[in-house]
């Protein structure tokens, strides 16, 4: 069983920041692009940042210059540090990964989410 568990959500004044993290864990051979991903009430889910498994980064426009992504291969983790947060930034925000198992299967996880709210 392949698993991602994401935290760091939360309530944030308009202006403030956020870090987020997601960890995955289970029978993993490597993984390859992580990314982040959030869907607004009354919205389509959409891509916010992706990075691959040797830290290139890609993020939305509405984000850049705001939002960093990292991650820790050795940890198998993802990060997602938020700043200058806006009330349009509110969402419930996903982690994805893409992942080889052990026994070679190529998986798309997603973890449960994150709710980020951001108050004016």
């Known amino acids: 069983q392949v698993q991602l568990v994401e935290s760091g959500g939360g309530l944030v004044q308009s202006g403030g920041s956020l870090r987020l993290a997601c960890a995955a864990s289970?029978?993993?051979?490597?993984?390859?692009?992580m990314g982040w991903y959030r869907q607004a009430p009354g919205k389509e889910r959409e891509l916010v940042a992706e990075?691959?498994?040797?830290?290139?980064?890609n993020y939305v426009d509405s984000v850049t210059a705001r939002f960093t992504i990292s991650r820790d291969n050795a940890k198998k983790s993802v990060y997602l540090q938020m700043n200058s947060l806006k009330p349009e930034d509110t969402a419930v925000y996903y982690c994805?990964?893409?992942?080889?198992?052990?026994?070679?299967?190529?998986?798309?996880?997603w973890g449960q989410g994150t709710l980020v709210t951001v108050s004016s």
């Open positions: 994805n990964a893409h992942i080889l198992a052990e026994d070679y299967r190529n998986l798309k996880v």
């Open positions: 289970g029978s993993i051979f490597t993984i390859y692009n």
């Open positions: 990075i691959t498994r040797g830290g290139r980064p």
